[in-house]
């Protein structure tokens, strides 16, 4: 299997694992009770459980071109040293990019954000 199907489906382990860790803080946050129901008059999360959750949302967008990208990459045989350096790029940076939104740090995350979206970038650039 390419390397970027592999990281294919280690982001959808990641994007599993900050789903949990968002789950866990609203359980916190909320308690069962509250979680359990229709969520309708729940306050906004804050601290750091709102940003897993947003960290978790955010992944879950950029999961969507990243399987785009490959699957297609994958299909049209266009599978290359570069689609290989972008899919590591996106992987990695996207991994960075949990802990560190989690843990609030701005500049940082905004750095391992664009880390992903390089690679995300490098991917389609060779769909052209």
Sequence with gaps: MPIELK?????VGLTIAQMLVAVVGALTQYGVPELAGNRE???????WVGR????????????VLFAVLVVAASIMGKINAMTALGAQLFFWGR????????AG?????TVAFGVSIVGLLMIFRQLL
Excluded: F, K, T
Aim: net charge positive; proline share 11%; hydrophobic share 50%.
């Design 7 to 11: 990281l294919l489906v280690w982001s």
């Design 95 to 102: 991994l960075a990019y949990a802990p560190i939104y989690i």
């Design 41 to 47: 008059d729940l306050p906004p999360r804050q601290g």
């Design 105 to 109: 740090i701005p500049w940082l995350r």
């Design 52 to 63: 897993a959750a947003r960290a978790h949302h955010n992944m879950l967008e950029n999961l």
